[in-house]
């Protein structure tokens, strides 16, 4: 069995503020895990994941996550945030091997301030 | 390169009608998805495949059927509509292992 638990479903920072979104997951396989984005009326897109290896991945538009097996977290961070961020924000957990269902989290809704 | 695509893009339906929903992905994909998307519920998985002519039952099966007949082809069916099955429906594919590709969603509304 695997969950996602994404704690504060609204988030606002100001314009150039840190960003953090967090993400803590269970899974009784090693996870794979995954950060997506989505903008209003549009489908989700993929900001960064981790399989297996280096457990700091960097994604697209500044975005990073850490994945911390002993908290077992994943949380989502920019240093410093822009307008263009506001959006959904759903972290997602699969098993690695043959299992390949995808248990999304209830999303969190970035907003930013100017 | 299309990734995924679905039709309709929005759909309006009196309640006990039928529709099907079509998903397409020209990736090669073998593993496809349906999810219902409602607010504050994220993202709900509905049934999944793992390769042509094989379907699975996802977290919120009932009231839907679906059928992966070509590889490329993902079809979500409502038998009879109910309002409780208004929401906005995305379809996935992906790689083993790998993430996801989302299609730009169906909105469904059904009265």
């Known amino acids: 069995a695997q969950s996602v638990t994404q704690l504060g479903s609204h988030v606002s920072v100001s314009e150039g503020a840190l960003v953090l979104l967090r993400c803590n997951y269970s899974?009784?396989?090693?996870?794979?895990l995954f950060w997506y984005v989505q903008y209003p009326n549009q489908g989700l897109q993929l900001l960064l994941k981790?399989?297996?290896?280096?457990?700091l991945v960097k994604g697209i538009n500044g975005f990073e996550a850490e994945f911390k097996k002993s908290e077992t977290s994943f949380h989502l961070t920019k240093p410093s945030a822009h307008m263009s961020d506001a959006a959904e924000y759903f972290c997602?957990?699969?098993?690695?091997?043959?299992?390949?269902?995808?248990?999304f989290g209830t999303g969190t809704k970035l907003q930013v301030i100017p | 390169n299309a990734g995924v695509t679905q039709t309709p893009k929005f759909r309006v339906l009196k309640t006990g009608q039928s529709m099907t929903l079509l998903c397409a992905q020209d990736?090669?994909?073998?593993?496809m998805y349906w999810y219902r998307q409602d607010p504050g519920m994220g993202l709900r998985l509905i049934h999944y495949?793992?390769?042509?002519?094989?379907?699975a039952k996802g977290e919120v099966p009932d009231g839907y059927n679906v059928s992966r007949l070509k590889k490329q082809n993902f079809l979500l069916g409502l038998e009879s509509a109910a309002p409780s099955q208004t929401s906005v429906y995305f379809c996935?594919?992906?790689?083993?292992?790998?993430?996801?590709?989302f299609g730009p969603g169906t909105r469904l509304t059904v009265t």
């Open positions: 996935a594919s992906r790689l083993t292992g790998g993430e996801q590709y």
């Open positions: 899974s009784s396989v090693p996870p794979y």
């Open positions: 981790y399989t297996t290896g280096a457990t």
């Open positions: 997602a957990v699969s098993a690695s091997g043959g299992y390949q269902k995808v248990t």
């Open positions: 990736m090669n994909h073998e593993y």
């Open positions: 495949s793992v390769g042509e002519g094989t379907t």
